[in-house]
């Protein structure tokens, strides 16, 4: 089975400049979650989807960040414009329904950023 | 922020050597989990608790979920040099299934 598919896994761009980044889910995985990985620390979710519906983005800057996942299967994860401190790794999880096991998130390799 | 305690910060442990690392927390989470991380990579599920007092192994890692639901602990036995890594706990606090990680736990091995 194949796990969670990141691109790219890695960036380097000037501030103010917008980036993307790409996730695909593991098959038949239907909530999706991004998350922001700082260095020395651990993730910190920045979004969760239900299917295509963002049910948790509470932690989502939204002045510069968006997210969509409009079929409910790929994810994309933009920042624009981009600023210093958004240097990070960016990491995408998914899980299965409720019911079965919700809680064990699988996690892809992620995309580190670099902004300059 | 995060709401997870966990330590160690790091070890430095001889091969073959027993390691016990444990994550605290001052309000009752529902679920735990572990997770390793190597370096450019994305966290690798070990072990998931789902009920206080739980006790679960896989291989050598052994892990609790505390019976007062704010802490948990892994072990793992005779060490390895594909030990090295980082070990994160997580857990949930609501039935939504948002983990909220510790800061991690770095590990490094002896031959």
């Known amino acids: 089975e194949a796990g969670v598919v990141q691109s790219p896994r890695y960036k380097i761009i000037e501030k103010k400049q917008p980036v993307a980044f790409w996730c695909n889910p593991i098959?038949?995985?239907?909530?999706l979650y991004w998350y922001r990985q700082n260095l020395g620390q651990g993730p910190e979710l920045l979004i969760r989807?239900?299917?295509?519906?963002?049910?948790?983005d509470s932690q989502l800057p939204k002045d510069r960040f968006s997210a969509e996942r409009l079929k409910g299967v790929d994810s994309t994860l933009k920042i624009q414009p981009a600023e210093l401190g958004d240097s990070a790794v960016y990491l995408c999880?998914?899980?299965?329904?409720?019911?079965?096991?919700?809680?064990?998130?699988?996690f892809g390799p992620g995309t580190r950023l670099t902004v300059t | 922020g995060q709401q997870l305690n966990q330590s160690p910060q790091s070890m430095f442990i001889q091969e073959g050597e027993d390691v016990s690392m444990n994550c605290t927390s001052s309000?009752?989470?529902?679920?735990w989990l572990w997770y390793k991380q190597d370096p450019g990579e994305g966290p690798v599920l070990l072990i998931a608790?789902?009920?206080?007092?739980e006790l679960t192994s896989n291989g050598r890692l052994t892990a609790q979920f505390g019976i007062t639901r704010k802490d948990s602990f892994l072990n793992i036995s005779a060490s390895i040099p594909s030990d090295v890594g980082i070990y994160f706990c997580?857990?949930?606090?609501?039935?939504?299934?948002?983990?909220?990680f510790g800061k991690g736990t770095k590990l490094s091995v002896k031959p």
């Open positions: 309000s009752i989470f529902n679920t």
């Open positions: 098959s038949g995985h239907n909530t």
């Open positions: 997580a857990g949930t606090r609501g039935s939504q299934g948002n983990l909220i």
């Open positions: 608790l789902y009920k206080a007092g």
């Open positions: 999880a998914s899980s299965a329904r409720p019911g079965t096991v919700l809680y064990e998130q699988y």
């Open positions: 989807y239900e299917n295509e519906e963002a049910v948790d």
